[in-house]
């Protein structure tokens, strides 16, 4: 397993070939720009976008090729655009959404993906912003609608799930409020309550936001996900 990372976001790195090929273990980072070719695939490696992608249109994800787009790059805004992607079965398109961290919740984003043509999901193809919304701080749930800890005897005993477009379930601890829209739902997810046993541990993140503009066909027989992350055992 390797990584090559390809840091500041005034870096650059330009590769002409066509393809790039792993053995579902690698992993390019780029921070900067990166400038491939106007038709790009990729199979079996994954291609992380901190910054922003130029001259490539057209992606194809073959294998368990990943490519991951970051909401947070502050060279396009969290704003992609493309003419195709076609993502195939076992690959995954991944869309980090973007918390700053500062409890100011209105600045906080998910990733833009602009298609000028088709964007395709085969079957066992996925777009997935699951586990990218809000993540704990400690124990503490973080998020509108985070859940809530519970405490007794200065120890805490269990939290409550997050809310979102409905109240979160209570448990120990009562659920997150309810917020954000049902039809049109672009906030971010909140982070459970934490959790206890044998020692306190942290709820899960929320899920990200995914925004997609298609002007031409979309085209999903896998699937679109943003849910909840896994809390830690």
Known sequence: ???????????????????LIGDSTGRLEVEGVAHGPQ????????????????????????????????????LNNGVYAFSDITI????????VSSDNRDLDYVNDRGVELHITNNLTVASGGKIDASGT???????????????????????????????YGGVGQSSAGSGGI???????????????????HYVA???GPGGGAIHLIVDGTLTVNGEISADAGIKPN
């Open 201 to 203: 541990y942290p709820g």
């Open 133 to 163: 919304g809000y993540a704990p701080i400690g124990v503490t749930g973080v998020g509108p609608g985070a859940g809530q800890n519970m405490t007794s005897g200065g120890f805490q005993v269990g939290g409550g799930g997050a809310g």
């Open 39 to 74: 038709n790009l695939i990729l199979t079996n490696i994954t291609l992380a976008i901190l910054g922003d992608m130029a001259d490539t249109q057209d992606i194809n994800l073959g294998g368990t090729g990943k490519l991951e787009l970051y909401a947070s790059s502050a």
């Open 1 to 19: 397993k390797g990584v090559l990372r390809i840091l500041g976001s005034s870096s650059s790195l330009a590769f002409n070939n066509q393809t």
């Open 88 to 95: 195939g079965n076992g690959a995954t398109l991944r869309l």
């Open 178 to 196: 309810s917020y954000g829209s049902f039809t049109n739902p672009v906030d971010l997810g909140s982070a459970g309550g934490g959790g206890h």
